[in-house]
């Protein structure tokens, strides 16, 4: 005679076998019910497999491309000890021809960001923040650059053997830039077609020791004021908890509740 826990386990797996011809086990409300008939899952298919490896390499746009700042020295790794203008006015003074690439920079932008410490007002040089999105346990440094038409420069810094490098270096007409987790991710105003947008993703990469946009996407948008857009941007802080409302507790002099009457007898 077989234990009676083994005599229940052995109904429940009849019950499970039986589940796909049944609409549930047992005469509870919350038993176990089929949920219908699985789709067939269909893998990736290749197309023409035939195709030949590429035997030219893509076109390098610079994303890896890195840099010493010279002469910025960088106590105990710590970014925050930097003055962000002297940072960009240094890479400047390294590179003062260049207009293109990494290190390139308009003129006038460039006129406008020596003149910083007497022209504070039109200084192009905006609020430096600090991330860790190498993941070394350190903050980089992030700068942001205002250019002609309404242009945008982005500059990551990483501090390390007592040097500053430069990890990433691009310019577009920029929207916004924001923090998600360890990528920093753009929206770029126009993606050529109207009503749509860019959205960068820019990530740490160790191997080229540099940060890469490693998601590129084009999203719908609304013109203002007509709701939110068909692809809404993801939430980059934790949402916060809501709290649970505490009911109020009744009066002292609150009368008592009034007794239920018996249900008549049959």
């Not at 942001?144 to 990483?158: E, K, S």
């Not at 908890?241 to 505490?246: H, L, N």
Request: hydrophobic residues 35%.
């Amino acid at each position: 005679m077989r234990p009676r826990g083994v005599q229940i386990a052995a109904a429940g797996v009849l019950c499970a076998l039986a589940l796909g011809g049944l609409a549930g086990c047992g005469r509870s409300e919350g038993g176990l019910r089929s949920a219908g008939a699985t789709p067939t899952a269909v893998g990736p298919v290749r197309l023409w497999p035939d195709l030949p490896p590429a035997t030219n390499p893509p076109i390098d746009y610079g994303e890896t491309d890195t840099a010493r700042v010279p002469g910025v020295q960088v106590p105990d790794n710590d970014v925050h000890s930097l003055d962000a203008v002297k940072v960009v006015a240094a890479e400047v003074r390294a590179h003062p021809d260049t207009y293109t690439g990494g290190d390139g920079m308009y003129e006038e932008t460039a006129r406008a960001i020596e003149a910083c410490g007497t022209a504070p007002a039109a200084c192009p040089v905006m609020r430096p923040y600090y991330h860790d999105l190498t993941g070394n346990g350190r903050d980089e440094l992030i700068v942001g650059i205002r250019m002609p038409d309404q242009q945008i420069g982005v500059r990551v810094y990483l501090a390390e053997n007592g040097g500053l490098t430069r990890i990433m270096s691009t310019v577009d007409q920029v929207i916004s830039v924001e923090l998600a987790g360890r990528d920093l991710i753009m929206r770029v105003g126009s993606a050529g077609i109207p009503g749509y947008e860019y959205r960068t993703a820019w990530s740490w990469d160790e191997q080229q020791h540099s940060m890469l946009p490693t998601r590129d996407e084009i999203i719908r948008v609304k013109p203002a004021g007509t709701g939110p857009s068909t692809v809404p941007a993801p939430r980059l802080v934790s949402p916060t908890p809501t709290p649970t409302p505490t009911l109020p507790e009744p009066a002292a002099d609150a009368p008592a509740p009034l007794p239920v009457p018996d249900e008549p007898g049959p």
